[in-house]
């Protein structure tokens, strides 16, 4: 099966279970916000989601009440590249209908940190072993390989999915990022 195939059958099963959503998103957060993952970081590049996937608002807070920095994307126009920027008063939307960080927010800089970062990565599916499938605009592994490429510290890259995204393999090919942890209603699997 080809990418846009696969693409095309996870949206299928997506659209037939939209009720399960709100329930599993909030499972899903409560999880991580239990997980020594979520407890030994500082700082969190989550993001906005669309209907077809994992609401992390109730996570989101917590980080910021927990006294976290919260950054969320902002796509850089006409590229496949995006940006991470501080959660504070979303007053954009972009090209896809998201809402994006007022363009003032402070930027997430990518050099050494010796905190533990979070990167929660939305995906159209993913495979057991770490292996995730977008929406074909590149933007995640874009983003990922740049993080990697300036060896930006200790970052551990979150898959965020319903269980039904996950699969035991995609077609997925040598530029496609991988994902250190997958986390869905049913737990966290360690993927490497």
């Known amino acids: ?21 709100p329930q599993a998103s909030e499972k899903i957060c409560n999880q991580l916000i239990a997980s020594d ?4 970081s500082s700082t969190i590049l989550s993001y906005m989601a669309l209907d077809d996937e994992v609401n992390l608002s109730i996570l989101m807070e917590q980080a910021l009440k927990d006294g ?7 796509i850089i126009p006409d590229s ?13 939307v972009n ?13 997430f800089e990518i050099k050494k940190y010796d905190d533990e ?7 159209r599916a993913f495979s057991k072993n770490g292996g995730r499938l977008g929406r074909g605009k590149g933007y995640y592994d874009t983003y990922l390989a740049r993080l990697k490429e300036k060896n930006a510290g ?11 995204q996950v699969f035991n393999e995609l077609p997925l090919e040598k ?3 991988k994902m250190d942890y997958l986390v869905t209603e049913k737990g966290i699997t360690w993927c490497i």
């Open 154 to 164: 200790n970052l551990k890259v979150i898959g965020i999915a319903f269980d039904l």
């Open 117 to 123: 970062i979070l990167i929660l990565t939305p995906g």
């Open 95 to 107: 090209i896809y209908g998201i809402q994006e960080p007022e363009k003032n927010a402070g930027k």
């Open 68 to 74: 976290k920095k919260v950054y969320i994307p902002r």
């Open 37 to 40: 993952l979520y407890k030994n």
């Open 175 to 177: 530029h496609d990022e």
């Open 80 to 92: 496949s590249q995006m940006d991470f920027y501080e959660k504070t008063a979303l007053s954009d």
């Open 1 to 21: 099966m080809t990418k846009g195939e696969f693409r095309k059958q996870v949206k299928n099963l997506l659209n037939s279970s939209k009720e399960l959503f």
